[in-house]
C-alpha cells in the first residue's frame, strides 16, 4: 500500500483506525506532544487491542490501521500479531516509526545499519512502513543510517515512505531534506510533509485543527473522521492529541473502550452520531453559534470540547443530521473532500508546497521546490 493510497482514504468517517500501542519512546523530541519518553508506562492492554483488531470481520473492518506511538517498534511482536490479524480481515496496516534503532552505538552489518530480526519481521508483517524525519529526530538518528535503513526495508518489498516536518515552505532545512530524499532514492519514496503543530505524530498523518472559531462560516475538522485509541484504551473520534489525553474524555468525542466494545460498535458510534456528523460537514463553531446554548468560547477545539454537555447542541445536530439525511450530508462532505485525492488532502492539511510529494514519483525542483508535473523515473 502507497502512501498517497492511505492519505485518499482520509477523508471518509472510519475509513481508518489509529492505535497508538505505547507511550514510551527512546528518542527524545524536543517537539514531542505526545510526551513520550523511555520511562512513561502507558500503553493499552495487549490483550484488549488483540481483542478489538480480532473483532474486524471481511464485512466490518477499517481500511487501514496506522500503528504509532510513541514508538510502536518497542512492540515489535505485538506489531507483528495485530497487522497479521488486521490483514487477515483484509485490513491494511501502515507503521510509523522515529527510527530509534538506527541510533549511533546500535547493531551495524557490513551494508551499514542493521535493522534488528524482531524490528525486521514486524515491519514485513505491515502494509507500509514510514520513517519519522525532521531537525530533532536528526539531533538523535543520523539521517545516513536512517536513508540506509529504508533502503533495506525496500529491499524487503516493504512500501515506504517519509514523514518530514518543518516550520513551513520556506523552510530550507525542509527544501534540505527533501531534496536529499530525493536524490538517494531517486523520486521513488514519496513524503508526507507537514509544519510543525501543537498535535500528536497521529494528528500529524491525518491534518491539523485550526485555531480560531470563526461561527459565522462552517469550518469542518477533518480530524474527527478516523477513531484513534488512546494510551490507556479509550476510542477517541478525534486524533487532536489534547482531546485524546483529556479525562473524561467529552461525551461526544468518547467512542468507547477496546476493553468493552468491539470494531462494529465503535465504527456505528462514529458514523452514527449527529454531532459528530456536524463537526465533520460544519464543525464546532458553526454548531455552538446555530444551535448550542451559548457562542463558542476559546480556541477551536476548546469550542468543540465544550459541546460535551451542551443539549441544545445536541438536539440541533440531531434535527440536521439525524438519519439518512445527516448520513448523505456527511458522505458528501467526505467525498468533497478526497476529490483531488492525497494531494488535495495534503494541500488543504500538510505543507501545501510540498503536496506532490505524496505521490511516488513527484518531482522537485533543483532549488528543492516542487514543480507541478510529473518527473521521469530514473
Ligand atoms: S516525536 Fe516521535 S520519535 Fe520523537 S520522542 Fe516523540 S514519539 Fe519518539
Ligand atoms: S476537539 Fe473537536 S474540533 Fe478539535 S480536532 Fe477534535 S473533533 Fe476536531
Known amino acids: 500500500m502507497e502512501l498517497a493510497e492511505l492519505v485518499a482514504r482520509r477523508p471518509f468517517p472510519a475509513a481508518g483506525l489509529l492505535l497508538g500501542l505505547t507511550r514510551r519512546c527512546p528518542l527524545r523530541c524536543a517537539h514531542c506532544s505526545t510526551g513520550s519518553d523511555l520511562f512513561t508506562r502507558e500503553e493499552p492492554d495487549a490483550g484488549q487491542l488483540a481483542f478489538f483488531v480480532g473483532s474486524f470481520t471481511e464485512e466490518d473492518r477499517p481500511d487501514v490501521v496506522m500503528l504509532t506511538g510513541g514508538e510502536p ?77 529504508l533502503h533495506r526495508i525496500r529491499d ?68 474527527a473522521a478516523w477513531p484513534v485509541v488512546a494510551f490507556d484504551g479509550r476510542v477517541l473520534a478525534c486524533c487532536n492529541q489534547d482531546t485524546v489525553d483529556r479525562r473524561p474524555a467529552p461525551a461526544h468525542l468518547d467512542l468507547g473502550h477496546i476493553g468493552a466494545d468491539d470494531w462494529a460498535t465503535v465504527r456505528r458510534r ?42 441544545k447542541a445536541a438536539a440541533g445536530a440531531r434535527a440536521v443530521a439525524g438519519g439518512a439525511a445527516g448520513a448523505l450530508l456527511d458522505l458528501t462532505a467526505a467525498v468533497r473532500g478526497s476529490r483531488e485525492g492525497a494531494q488535495g488532502v495534503v494541500r488543504r492539511h500538510g505543507c501545501a508546497a510540498y503536496a506532490p510529494l505524496v505521490v511516488t514519483g513527484a518531482p522537485l525542483l533543483p532549488e528543492g521546490g516542487v514543480r507541478a508535473a510529473g518527473r521521469e523515473a530514473r
Open 156 to 223: 524487503e518489498g516493504v512500501a515506504v515512505s517519509f514523514h518530514l516536518t518543518g516550520t513551513g515552505a520556506s523552510d530550507p532545512y525542509l527544501a534540505g531534506l527533501t531534496r536529499a530524499v530525493d536524490e538517494e532514492f531517486g523520486g521513488r519514496v514519496p513524503c508526507l510533509v507537514n509544519e510543525v503543530r501543537p498535535f500528536g505524530r497521529a494528528a500529524a498523518w491525518a491534518g491539523a485543527a485550526r485555531t480560531g472559531p470563526d461561527p459565522a462560516a462552517a469550518s469542518p475538522c477533518s480530524m
Open 270 to 311: 462514529a458514523l452514527e452520531s449527529p454531532v459528530l456528523r456536524m463537526l465533520r460537514t460544519v464543525g464546532p463553531a458553526h454548531l455552538a453559534a446555530r444551535y448550542g446554548s451559548g457562542p463558542p468560547t476559546g480556541s477551536y477545539c476548546e469550542g468543540c470540547r465544550a459541546l460535551g454537555g451542551d443539549e
Open 73 to 149: 517498534l518497542l512492540l515489535p511482536a505485538l506489531v507483528e500479531r495485530l497487522s497479521t490479524s488486521a490483514r487477515g480481515a483484509g485490513s491494511r496496516t501502515a507503521l510509523l516509526s522515529g527510527m530509534f534503532f538506527v541510533r549511533p552505538g546500535g547493531r551495524r552489518s557490513r551494508r551499514g545499519t542493521a535493522v534488528p530480526p524482531a524490528i525486521l519481521r514486524a515491519i514485513r508483517s505491515v502494509d507500509h512502513f514510514s520513517a519519522s524525519l525532521d531537525i530533532h529526530h536528526e539531533r538523535e538518528v543520523p539521517r545516513a543510517d536512517v536513508f540506509r535503513a
